[in-house]
C-alpha cells in the first residue's frame, strides 16, 4: 500500500483511521488491530489519496482526497462512496479538512487553484481564496474561539504552521518553527492546545500556535499526528508504525504492541 499519508479520529466511532495512497485501515481498539476499508478500485483509477477528514459531529460521514482522485464521500464509514468533486477546477486536491461542528461543511485545497469551501457536504463548492498551497501537506478545522466566524484552519506547509480564521480573513504563519511541517492536530478538549509533526521533530503548543516547545518524538519518521477526545494523542510513521502518548506528549508507548 505504499507509505502512510494521513492519519485521522472519527469521534462519532472512537476509532482510528489511516490511510496509504491506495488503501485505508480502520482500528476500534487504539490501534492494536486495523480492518482495511473497501473502496471501489475504479474510484481510485487514475488517482491516489494524500489526505483524510473525519467530521467529529457526523457518525460515519468520511472524506477522502487526493491528486487525481477529486474528493470522495462515504455516510456508511466507507461501504459506499460517491464522488463529491464537481465543481472543483480539477481532481488535483492536496487536502480536504472537514469542519469541527458543522458535518455538511468540507474544505479542499486544489493544486494551482486555491481554497475552496463546500456547505452541503460536497455538492457545490465556492473559491474562498487562491492562496499558494507551496509544501501544504494537510488541512484541518477547529473550533478554537477567536475567530469572527465558526472557528480555524490549521495548515501543515514546508514554512511550518499557518493559521487563518474559517472566514478566510489574513493568513499567518503559527509560530516559528521555519520547517517542513508534515501534520498538525489540536487536543478537542482544549482546542488552543495544538501538535505539529515537522521535519525538526515534534512540537506542542498552549496557546493556538503563538509558541511551540519540542517534546520527544517515538519515531524519528513522524508523518502525522490524531487526538482523541479523551486526550489521547497519536503519531504514525511512514511505515505505519503507531504510537500512544497520554501526557501530551511527553511520554510514548507501542500502540500495535
Not at 6 to 33: E, F, H, I, W
Not at 123 to 131: A, K, S, T
Request: proline share 5%; charged share 20%; aromatic share 8%.
Amino acid at each position: 500500500d505504499g507509505s502512510v499519508v494521513a492519519l485521522a479520529y472519527a469521534p462519532a466511532t472512537d476509532t482510528l483511521v489511516k490511510a496509504y495512497p491506495r488503501a485505508l485501515y480502520r482500528s476500534s481498539n487504539g490501534g492494536q488491530n486495523w480492518q482495511k476499508i473497501k473502496i471501489n478500485v475504479a474510484a481510485l483509477e487514475g488517482g491516489q489519496i494524500s489526505s483524510l477528514a473525519a467530521p467529529p459531529a457526523g457518525k460515519g460521514i468520511m472524506y477522502i482526497g487526493g491528486p487525481g482522485l477529486g474528493i470522495l464521500r462515504t455516510e456508511d464509514g466507507g461501504k459506499t462512496w460517491v464522488d463529491r468533486s464537481k465543481g472543483l477546477p480539477s481532481r488535483d486536491v492536496i487536502a480536504v479538512a472537514a469542519h469541527t461542528t458543522q458535518p455538511d461543511t468540507v474544505y479542499a485545497v486544489v493544486k494551482d487553484q486555491g481554497f475552496y469551501r463546500s456547505q452541503d457536504a460536497g455538492m457545490n463548492w465556492r473559491l474562498m481564496e487562491r492562496g499558494s498551497q507551496e509544501g501544504l501537506r494537510q488541512l484541518i478545522h477547529s473550533d478554537m474561539p477567536g475567530s469572527m466566524q465558526t472557528g480555524w484552519l490549521f495548515a501543515a506547509t514546508a514554512k511550518g504552521i499557518r493559521r487563518v480564521m474559517d472566514c478566510f480573513c489574513l493568513w499567518q504563519t503559527a509560530g516559528k518553527l521555519d520547517s517542513q511541517a508534515y501534520g498538525v492536530t489540536y487536543d478537542p478538549r482544549e482546542p488552543k492546545h495544538l501538535y505539529a509533526a515537522t521535519a525538526k521533530g515534534l512540537f506542542r503548543s498552549s496557546d493556538g500556535g503563538e509558541n511551540w516547545v519540542q517534546i520527544p518524538s517515538p519515531n524519528s519518521n513522524i508523518v502525522a499526528l490524531a487526538s482523541t477526545r479523551s486526550g489521547a494523542l497519536f503519531a504514525v510513521n511512514a511505515d505505519g508504525g503507531l504510537y500512544r502518548s497520554e501526557d501530551q506528549g511527553g511520554t510514548w508507548t507501542n500502540a500495535s504492541a
